[in-house]
Every structure is written in C-alpha cells, then in structure tokens.
C-alpha cells in the first residue's frame, strides 16, 4: 500500500527583496541621521549607526562605504521630499506669478523646517573635517536647480525661461528666494521665527524675478 503523503505547507508570500531592502536603507538613514544630529560626523561610529538601525555592519558598508556616504544619501533623501512638494506645488494657481508663489512657498516650507535647517548647519560644521560634504552641497544645488527648471520649462512667457537659459534662470530664481531666509536660519535664527515671513518674502521675490526676466536682466 502506497504510502501517504505528507500535506504540504503552505507557502507564506514575503514581502518582495526590493521592499524590504528599501526598508533596511530606510532603517540605516534613519539611524544615521539621529546619531550625527546628536553628535556629528566625528563623533559617530558604522557600530553606533548598526546598532541602532538592527542592521549589521557588513550591511552598512555594503551600500554606504562611507560615512559621507550615508550623509550625501540622506541629503539626497531630503532633496526628493523637497521635489515633491515642487510637483504639488507646480500645478496650482492659473498665473505664472500664483504658480511662481506656490513654487516658492512650498520650497521654504521645507527647507525651513527644523529638522532640514538642524541638518544644514552640520554639513556647514563638518565641512572642513570632511571636505566630501562640499560635493554634497553642490549636488543638493544641482537637483534643486533641475527640479525648478523641471517646472519653470512649462512656462513660455519670457525669453528667460528658454530652453538655452532656463538653468540659469532656475539658478536666480532658487537664490533670489531660498537663500536670504535659509541663510539666516543656517547662522542661527530661529527658524520657526522666518516662517511667518515667508508670505511677503514669496510675493516681494517674484515680482522681482519676473520685472527682471520682463526687463531681461535674470538672463545677462
């Protein structure tokens, strides 16, 4: 008599590799960002990030061989949060000075937040101890400008938001709106303090942008 045969388990469906790898580098970053807040680059080891990520070293390393690694990856993790408060803002209001406002608001509502000004003013600290963190800060400006150029290449109005020019003009644009506030909050304002000047900050700034791009200044 032929034996039985065992039932078969079943098969629990797990969670796919690319699913739960975006979770361990979610685990990392996380880590990573509260121990160099709390800490700097300097003071905080690969054992430390492990440790409280539940990752291993190997692990670590084997994404991020570095600590300005994990830095540059977490900036750029900000960028994208940023990016998509870009496309949220890109399509509301039906002129290109409310677009414009909603552009620049949206921009400052980010970067303004304690956490990304927290994290600014340690890249500047740790930027002579570890002269990498200037790249990031050059590619945080590179997405930032392609991000606002993304959106500014819609609009056809003036001869400064040409193909040719429109880099540029993304450039006079994010620095005539973020860095006078971003600036003060990086040397120690307090950043809950600026959020209320954002509103007049904003309108001041664009109608300023757009008189010079009418006037063809933003594009000399």
Known sequence: MPRAKAPQRAVRAGRPPKELAAEVDERILNAARELFLAR???GVSVAEIAGLAHASKGTIY????TKEALFAAIAIRN????????ENASSLGDTIEERLTALASEILKHVLAPDSIAFMRLAAAEARRFPD????GRMMRERGTHHAATI???VTLYAAFAPERLTRTAQFF???VVAPLLLRAVMGEDPKSLRPQIR?????????????????????
Do not use: I, M, N, W
Request: with cysteine.
């Open 174 to 176: 994010l620095d005539l």
């Open 133 to 136: 963190l200037a790249k990031v």
């Open 200 to 220: 007049t900050h904003v309108a001041e700034s664009v109608s300023f942008f757009l008189t010079a791009c009418r006037s063809g200044e933003a594009v000399r």
């Open 152 to 154: 500014l290449q819609d």
């Open 62 to 65: 084997a994404r991020f061989p």
């Open 40 to 42: 700097g680059l300097a």
């Open 79 to 86: 960028s994208e949060k940023v990016r998509q408060g870009y």
